[in-house]
């Protein structure tokens, strides 16, 4: 017969996990935000965020950008609400989210460079914390 008010007992690696995961997860979360924000804002006013100059070119037009914009901020938070629930695919998803958001933030990077350079400093931020441990957490 266990007893089921014995506390478990962890190491501080493990305990450094949990944390570790919980900060990826709360940063993820903000970055969704993010990115949802810029992907309605693009499709909202086109013009007013991508303005279209003679030394500029987009590689898409900037509704298609508003559109990747909005699906990263979307597929980011499903993965960050999957890293605190302790689901481990979440984490790996996680990271190959957060370089496709780096990478689309370093394409929109002369457009928007302030802020473009702020969002690839979260999502590195991101893929080291999603990274630093590699065991399972609960």
Not at 41 to 48: C, G, I, M
Not at 80 to 87: D, L
Not at 92 to 108: E, H, R
Request: hydrophobic share 60%.
């Amino acid at each position: 017969m266990t007893d089921n008010h014995t506390p478990i007992r962890t190491t501080p690696k493990q305990e450094w996990a949990v944390g570790i995961a919980a900060f990826a997860g709360c940063v993820m979360v903000m970055i969704a935000i993010f990115q949802v924000i810029t992907g309605i804002a693009a499709l909202v006013n086109q013009d007013a965020i991508y303005p279209m100059t003679e030394h500029r070119i987009l590689i898409a037009d900037p509704a298609t950008w508003g559109w990747v914009h909005l699906s990263l901020g979307v597929l980011i938070g499903l993965a960050g609400f999957g890293v605190f629930a302790g689901v481990g695919p979440a984490r790996a998803i996680g990271v190959v989210l957060a370089a496709l958001g780096a990478l689309a933030n370093f394409l929109d990077l002369a457009e928007r460079p302030l802020w473009s350079i702020a969002l690839i400093a979260l999502y590195v931020t991101v893929i080291w914390a999603l990274t630093v441990f590699t065991r399972p957490y609960r």
